[in-house]
T-cell receptor, first 109, second 115 residues
Framework: KQEVTQIPAALSVPEGENLVLNCSFTDSAIYNLQWFRQDPGKGLTSLLLIQSSQREQTSGRLNASLDKSSGRSTLYIAASQPGDSATYLCAVLDYQLIWGAGTKLIIKP | DVKVTQSSRYLVKRTGEKVFLECVQDMDHENMFWYRQDPGLGLRLIYFSYDVKMKEKGDIPEGYSVSREKKERFSLILESASTNQTSMYLC??????????????FGPGTRLTVL
């Protein structure tokens, strides 16, 4: 059974730093992996989707990588800003979306 | 732009009431989903639908039912609301669940409180 883990559960860094969020999964037979952002009390916003045949995707200051063989994905955020503070979730598509528990990110001004 | 809308952002109901949560998507997606999200438990799939009038149970269907009479609309029904159904409810849609390039898009969520 597919399991998705996100470590750390929470992360606090000063503004301006580059940072990496981690996502690992147990079964490499996935269709894709998505990273989402969730602000408190709000819905989920899709940030990046990496297809199973791809290695990485970029959008602005965000870069997501995928290594299926090791069951890992990372979300790299460059030059972090207070507005990046949110919970970041990853999910793998394995017929259904299987979710990680999320990393709560706080960017300190 | 894909848009998924939910009928209410906040809802307060009493124990035993019948509750309807509505979700509408405007991208002609085949698949629609209802999740609930609780602190410490993450997102859990309640029901999903891959076509009109078709439905499949997710991980936690007990106490819920769904209806999909039109492609764009997927309703979640709490037949007799209970306090343990107080939660954030999220609707999502996607064109395909077996394609590597299809994203899931989410609505803004409905925060339901059952008193």
């Amino acid at each position: 059974k597919q399991e998705v883990t996100q470590i750390p559960a929470a992360l606090s860094v000063p503004e301006g730093e580059n940072l990496v969020l981690n996502c690992s999964f147990t079964d490499s037979a996935i269709y894709n992996l998505q990273w989402f952002r969730q602000d408190p009390g709000k819905g989920l916003t899709s940030l990046l989707l990496i297809q199973s045949s791809q290695r990485e995707q970029t959008s602005g200051r965000l870069n997501a990588s995928l290594d299926k063989s090791s069951g890992r994905s990372t979300l790299y955020i460059a030059a972090s800003q207070p507005g990046d503070s949110a919970t970041y979730l990853c999910a793998v598509l394995d017929y259904q979306l299987i979710w990680g528990a999320g990393t709560k990110l706080i960017i300190k001004p | 732009d894909v848009k998924v809308t939910q009928s209410s952002r906040y809802l307060v109901k009493r124990t035993g009431e019948k509750v309807f949560l509505e979700c509408v998507q405007d991208m002609d997606h085949e698949n629609m989903f209802w999740y609930r999200q609780d602190p410490g438990l993450g997102l859990r799939l309640i029901y999903f639908s891959y076509d009109v009038k078709m439905k499949e149970k997710g991980d936690i269907p007990e106490g819920y039912s769904v209806s999909r009479e039109k492609k764009e609309r997927f309703s979640l029904i709490l037949e007799s609301a209970s306090t343990n159904q107080t939660s954030m409810y999220l609707c999502a849609s996607t064109a395909s669940t077996t394609s590597s390039y299809n994203e899931q898009f989410f609505g803004p969520g409905t925060r339901l409180t059952v008193l």
